[in-house]
């Protein structure tokens, strides 16, 4: 859950309605506070984004704050969340900022930054920006906006960012793809054009949908939100594996080649089977968190692999992944974390990963892990922050888990981004597990629908 000192970022960035909530007003303030924040002469602050109509307004309005409060920003266009994570440390910069609100529909944006070393910004470093944001914010009512750096800087195109990053995957996985054949699915987002350019640099045969962004066809009935999109789509090619990217590329899901979808957990579980057996992990473990399915856990044990669990949201994960100096992480939803690589979640790594730990197998023959029968349903709610003191919910989730104990779990939690209750349910059988979710989805639908 964000930290209770904020109020506009979340667990990934500052997210809403472009245009409504998310303006160019808030994001121009936005860039000067977080260039302010960093306290240095002439800051230069790299920006990206993804496919979505209103990108290239909070590109601009961003770029503008930044120069205002004195910094130069560096406009990459349209690549992946996990390029500007890699191209902020390979250049030397100070800040990244990424325009995108990932798998969220084209109407939503937003804005989310990364430090000089690539990681996301801890939650004392996004309040002090929100307080730097507040003078400013009263400042632009009056009329006269922010207060100006006594130099601005400047605003510049930066080229070559996406071959840089290209560069960088090419130069972690030398693996040779050669007479292997995937299917691709993009979203209609930021990989649209990297991920499959790699795979062919790799010398993979690929095939591709989600290619085509129109700036409101992002995530759209595709991408790793909409997997079963590619699960019916690889049914009538013959690739050996597909994978599904979300709209900013910093999450994937794979499918094998009878259509059958392997989540986030199921791939982290192969990375750390194959990593633990090559060496890679060392002394270290994973690093989940807690949606993860029992199945993972009990895989992990099995291996003698140990495992940390963290609250939901990859920078939980990422966090807890440099405090212990583990080297992979990641979450059911497909944001998966090899530090070796990159700092923060990449699809297009991720996809890469599992190709590299599968070798000559097929997905289908290499089974990492036995899932518990899982339900999850986000439920739409009126306000997510009344979960809390919703007392009726709380004494049915206690009176579920108790009949669940030893066998099975329940976890409700609000979303972090939007005004959503994420209800999940495991059990040893996926008729029971149902009838629980049920039961709590209507409850929770009655008291905070």
Request: proline letters at 3%.
């Amino acid at each position: 859950m964000a930290d209770a000192s904020r109020k506009l970022f979340g667990t990934d960035g500052v997210r809403g309605e472009a245009g409504t909530f998310l303006t160019a007003e808030l994001a121009t303030l936005l860039g000067h506070a977080a260039t302010a924040s960093l306290g240095a002469e002439r800051p230069r602050v790299l920006i990206v984004r993804d496919t979505r109509e209103s990108g290239p307004m909070l590109e601009a309005a961003l770029a503008a704050g930044i120069a205002a409060a004195g910094g130069d920003a560096l406009l990459a266009g349209v690549l992946p969340t996990p390029a500007a994570a890699i191209l902020v440390r390979r250049l030397g910069l100070d800040m990244a900022a990424v325009v995108s609100a990932s798998h969220n529909p084209y109407r939503d944006n937003g804005i989310k930054f990364f430090s000089a070393a690539g990681t996301k910004l801890s939650d004392e470093v996004e309040a002090r920006i929100e307080a730097l944001m507040e003078g400013g914010g009263r400042a632009l009512t009056r009329g006269d906006g922010p207060p100006a750096a006594e130099h601005p800087g400047r605003i510049e195109e930066l080229n070559g960012g996406e071959e840089d990053y290209v560069r960088e995957l090419a130069a972690a996985f030398q693996i040779d793809l050669t007479g292997r054949k995937v299917l691709l699915d993009c979203a209609n987002g930021a990989t649209y054009r990297v991920a499959p350019r790699i795979f062919e640099q790799l010398g993979a045969t690929v095939e591709t949908i989600g290619v085509d962004p129109d700036g409101r066809n992002i995530n759209e009935g595709v991408g790793s939100t909409h997997v079963s999109t590619l699960a019916e789509r690889i049914a009538d090619s013959d690739a050996e594996i597909g994978f599904a990217f979300d709209g900013d590329g910093d999450r994937v899901l794979a499918v094998d080649a009878d259509g059958k979808i392997h989540d986030g957990d199921e791939l982290i579980a192969l990375a750390a089977r194959g990593m633990a057996a090559n060496g890679e992990l060392g002394d270290g473990g994973v690093v989940v968190t807690v949606m993860t399915n029992f199945g993972f856990h009990q895989a992990m044990k099995d291996a003698g692999i140990e495992v940390a669990i963290t609250q939901v949201g990859d920078r939980y994960v990422i966090d807890e992944m440099l405090r212990r100096e583990w080297k992979l992480g990641g979450e059911q939803s497909g944001h998966i974390i090899a530090t070796d690589i990159v700092a923060t979640g990449d699809g297009t790594a991720a996809a890469l990963l599992t190709m590299r730990m599968l070798g000559d197998s097929a997905l289908a023959d290499a089974p990492a892990m036995d899932k518990l029968p899982q339900r999850l349903v986000n439920v739409k709610v009126a306000d997510r922050d009344s979960l809390a003191g919703a007392v009726a919910v709380w004494d049915q989730v206690g009176k579920e888990s108790a009949a669940l104990e030893g066998r099975g779990r329940v976890l409700l939690r609000p979303s972090g981004t939007e005004p959503l209750v994420r209800v999940m349910v495991e059990a040893p059988e996926a008729d029971e597990a149902d009838a629980v979710c049920d039961r709590l989805v209507a409850l929770v639908e009655q008291e905070l629908g």
